[in-house]
DNA sequence: CAAGTGATTAGC
DNA sequence: CTAATCACTTGC
């Protein structure tokens, strides 16, 4: 269950890699139809997952920053190494390696068999907590727009 | 709190 | 071609 997203709005967001319109192989994910996956890899070790959002050539995408386990708990342990339950799907790249996500899902239609998104459980509006994004220090005007979106009380989102 | 890691990008 | 950067995580 996705309990804590980041919206990123291209090309005026400074914060999005489609920044300016930039429009490259890996950001030219951003630019098709919504309803795909855009996957990309940060820091030399992790995947980031994020749902495309918007018509073609509007560049908008959602970073999922983590999920509440709901199935498959045993095998996320596995890819996690045995950590504990609460360190399983708590941070972006976290959750990529628990849900074996790599950039062979990059593109993936979010409504085939590869990786998809369902309807599980209704949020009632008055649960859904925001404030500014994440590791986006560098985005001058653009650090303190209030895009992060949890669900507040919930134990496994990523920060506090 | 800082190192690690390598794809991606811009700039030459 | 080169060098800097990075939508993070872990272990000290």
């Not at 990123?8 to 996956?37: F, L, N, W």
């Not at 980031?48 to 509007?58: E, G």
């Not at 990786?115 to 653009?142: C, M, N, S, T």
Request: hydrophobic share 40%; proline share 5%.
């Amino acid at each position: 269950m996705i309990v804590e997203v980041e919206a990123y709005r291209g090309p005026e967001d400074r914060a999005s890699h489609a920044y300016g319109g930039r429009r490259t192989k890996r950001t030219e994910t951003m630019y098709q139809q919504g309803g795909i996956a855009y996957v990309y890899f940060v820091y030399g070790m992790y995947y980031q997952f994020n749902v495309v959002s918007n018509v073609a050539d509007i560049p908008h995408a959602i970073l999922v920053r983590a999920l509440e386990p709901v199935e498959g708990i045993e095998v996320m342990r596995e890819r996690r190494h045995l950590h504990p339950d609460k360190n399983l799907t708590n941070g972006p790249g976290k959750l990529c390696v628990a849900m074996g996500i790599d950039r062979a899902l990059d593109k993936a239609d979010l409504l085939g068999d590869r990786v998809w998104l369902e309807e599980f459980q209704r949020v009632k509006p008055a649960h859904i907590v925001r404030g500014p994004r994440i590791g986006i220090d560098y985005a001058e005007e653009w650090i303190d727009k209030p895009w992060r979106f949890w669900i507040r009380n919930n134990s496994y989102v990523s920060r506090k």
